[in-house]
């Protein structure tokens, strides 16, 4: 009997564990579409994806950013305001979940003159009905000589 309930809770243990990787993949997949998103000024995606209370922390809270705010910058660079970024890298994600809440982190590296700048990155994103939507983001600035 004691036997069975091992192989059981091991059972339950393998499947929970499998989930959790499938939605760590999603979560990982979600960000990196969160990165193209904001290269190439995808307003719909913001729309759909930023939770209502959405907040933006920037680079030592020189700005900080509502969904309004976020979704109003990517119009106005979707509709020709300058922007110099030849390209966003994201990489060493690491993911973490409590309940229906996911917190990503790992590095970005914005390509835009006069030199790319590493980025190390905090998102949060809840599981509403069903769909992952983004509550925060906190993005700050590694100085050159602390990049690994």
Do not use: C
Not at 109 to 134: A, C, I, Q, W
């Amino acid at each position: 009997m004691k036997k069975s309930i091992s192989l059981l809770a091991l059972f339950f243990t393998l499947i929970y564990s499998y989930a959790q990787a499938q939605d760590a993949q999603e979560i990982i997949q979600l960000d990196l579409a969160w990165e193209k998103a904001i290269f190439d000024s995808n307003v719909e995606f913001f729309e759909n994806t930023l939770a209502e209370d959405f907040v933006w922390v920037h680079n030592h809270a020189g700005t900080i950013d509502n969904k309004t705010a976020a979704v109003n910058r990517a119009k106005r660079l979707r509709d020709g305001q300058n922007d110099t970024t030849k390209s966003r890298v994201s990489r060493d994600h690491k993911v973490i979940f409590l309940g229906n809440t996911a917190v990503i982190t790992g590095f970005t590296v914005v390509d835009r003159p006069p030199s790319p700048v590493n980025y190390h990155f905090m998102r949060t994103y809840v599981k509403v009905n069903g769909e992952y939507k983004l509550l925060a983001n906190h993005t700050m600035a590694v100085p050159d000589e602390e990049v690994k």
